[in-house]
């Protein structure tokens, strides 16, 4: 079984290992691997997916094994790593990385294929991929809707030889899926971008740069998106969590 690989130091908060990294960083760390043949497992992680895995051991396991790289995805991880007197360096969305690694395959004239969302929002995510970024390749995409057990949907990217998977299937089934698929792409970049393709096709709105520097953007998707809230209520308890392990860590002030 692949394990995890990291040249980075990391930070462990509620037992996840987070790559105390900048996204120039790891963009630099991701092109630097292809170069060399070697490929990336990323996951941005947030509150929500931290607290999912403390509760579903086998996915516990996955990210402790699998991905190469886990970043601050959500102001809740920055947080908690002040609470441990461990910061991190600076939050790293798979959004905003996505936007970058897209540009990166664009520059090198490299292989992209995107799997997830429903099937319009992924062919107007193409569609946009094909217009800003012409020089890379789009070897193929995929919705969201099939089970992991169809394994016709996995060869389907695998055939294709990819460089680089965007995957927007939601946690946990998109790391399923790429760690499913990682031992036959051994040389590719693999990252899961949960509703990204949303915001790539337009559908959704991302909250406006002000918000976004004032660490506010979840507020925003909260009120344009109310059904949000039962998902919301995992921040507190993620910085509950936090708090207990500072306290037994002798790190609270």
């Given at each position: 079984m692949l394990q995890r690989?990291?040249?980075l130091p990391t930070i462990e908060i509620l037992g996840i290992n987070f790559s105390a990294t900048t996204q120039a960083q790891l963009v630099a760390t991701v092109d630097q691997r292809l170069r060399d043949g070697q490929g990336t497992f990323v996951v941005t992680a947030n509150p929500e997916i931290v607290m999912y895995a403390r509760a579903h051991p086998e996915?516990?396991?996955?990210?402790a094994t699998q991905p190469d790289e886990i970043t601050a995805d959500g102001?809740?991880?920055?947080l908690g790593g002040?609470?441990?007197h461990t910061p991190?360096?600076?939050r790293v969305t798979g959004y905003d990385l996505m936007l970058v690694l897209l540009q990166q395959a664009n520059q090198a004239h490299r292989r992209v294929y995107l799997i997830g969302a429903k099937a319009a929002v992924v062919a107007a995510s193409a569609a946009r991929v094909r217009r800003d970024y012409p020089n890379l390749e789009l070897v193929g995409t995929h919705d969201g809707y099939f089970d992991l057990s169809d394994a016709k949907v996995a060869q389907a990217v695998i055939d294709a030889r990819p460089d680089y998977v965007f995957a927007a299937l939601g946690f946990p089934k998109q790391e399923y899926f790429l760690s499913a698929i990682r031992p036959k792409l051994p040389h590719a970049f693999l990252m899961g971008v949960g509703g990204s393709?949303?915001?790539?096709?337009g559908v959704v709105a991302r909250a406006p740069g002000r918000v976004q520097q004032l660490r506010l953007e979840w507020l925003y998707r909260l009120i344009k998106q109310p059904s949000r809230f039962g998902r919301m209520l995992q921040l507190p308890k993620?910085?509950?969590a936090v708090r207990r392990e500072a306290r037994q860590r002798g790190k609270i002030d």
């Open positions: 690989r990291t040249d996915y516990a396991k996955l990210l102001v809740g991880i920055l002040k609470i441990l991190l360096p600076e393709f949303d915001v790539l096709a993620f910085v509950l």
